[in-house]
């Protein structure tokens, strides 16, 4: 009896299930392709060779990808009118938690208007300097600020501000003019020429793991 079991009943139990499974995945591909590949890219997220093969099948299907931004891509991937928002938490070295409290902001008071609105919110020293870094060559900050080296090299000044108001804001002092925390002076960012688009690439390469520009 198990010598007879043994010629089919592995085989077929196993054939019954993949085929099963096969199925329903290939009626989701088909019908839902977009939300379908975000979900699969969703279960490889730390695996980048993985997510670059996930990319040219998106390519292939026509999805539209948009690239990370603070303003609106989620730490997952997010579906929004078709298009396939790129995971905030995706990027390389850039913990889940703290993309987690950037979207949290984002959603409660709505979206960053640029780099000093995004310091004054966030607290930069939390997220850290290699993640802050790994933002702005992925492009994180386009939107806000496109030239990215301007904003690779502005970091340090960018974490200062972002101290000192969270310093003030937790005192809960005003100065002694009787301006609140909100009134910082803003500084300005360094002025830095562009990368050449090679170094561009190549720092885009180290955050995200491929090409996305």
């Known amino acids: 009896?198990?010598?007879?079991?043994?010629?089919?009943?592995?085989?077929?139990?196993?054939?019954?299930?993949?085929?099963l499974l096969s199925y329903q995945t290939c009626w989701l591909k088909a019908n839902y392709p977009v939300e379908f590949m975000a979900a699969v890219m969703n279960a490889d997220i730390h695996l980048t060779d993985k997510l670059s093969s996930y990319i040219q099948e998106i390519s292939n299907f026509g999805i539209d990808l948009e690239r990370p931004n603070v303003n609106t891509s989620e730490t997952l991937f997010s579906v929004c009118e078709g298009t396939i928002l790129y995971a905030l938490g995706a990027i390389k070295n850039v913990g889940a938690?703290?993309?987690?409290?950037?979207?949290?902001?984002?959603?409660?008071?709505?979206?960053?208007?640029?780099?000093?609105?995004?310091?004054?919110?966030?607290?930069?020293?939390?997220?850290?300097?290699?993640?802050?870094?790994?933002?702005?060559?992925?492009?994180?900050f386009d939107t806000l600020e496109e030239n990215r080296a301007k904003v690779f090299q502005s970091l340090d000044m960018l974490i200062e501000f972002s101290s000192t108001g969270k310093k003030e804001e937790a005192s809960g002092q005003n100065s002694l003019f009787g301006s609140s925390p909100d009134s910082l002076s803003l500084p300005k960012l360094l002025s830095v020429v562009e990368s050449e688009k090679n170094v561009k690439l190549r720092n885009e390469y180290e955050a995200i793991g491929f090409y996305l520009s």
């Open 1 to 19: 009896l198990l010598e007879k079991f043994a010629n089919y009943g592995f085989n077929k139990s196993h054939a019954a299930a993949y085929g």
């Open 97 to 140: 938690e703290s993309m987690n409290r950037l979207v949290a902001e984002r959603n409660a008071k709505g979206h960053f208007s640029s780099l000093f609105d995004f310091s004054k919110r966030m607290d930069l020293r939390r997220i850290g300097k290699r993640a802050l870094e790994m933002l702005v060559n992925a492009g994180a």
